[in-house]
């Protein structure tokens, strides 16, 4: 096998490796949200966070209030948010606990 063939065969084996935990945006329905006296927003949903609170946590206080916002509109809307698990496989899969996720959408 020439030099070349085996970089491509390691690279390809490495890019398997890292391609375990792709990632997924579930559309997700708000069923209960918190603002915590501690600055803090948690969340419920009907998919990824049904049982364990996930949350907010964008860095800082205008940020968070940012995603309350838009959690509060969907809730009030009835609207689905998009978000993005870049730990799950699938959005039938359970998040941790306080899990953020690094952004989210409203359609």
Known sequence: MSPLSKFTL???IASVNTLTIAGVTCNENITSTILHSNGNVYFLSDKTCTTSWCQINWGTD???KKGLAMLLLAKATSKPVTFNWPNLNACTEANPVYTSPPYMSLD
């Open 62 to 64: 205008d940020k968070n």
């Open 10 to 12: 390691g690279m390809l």
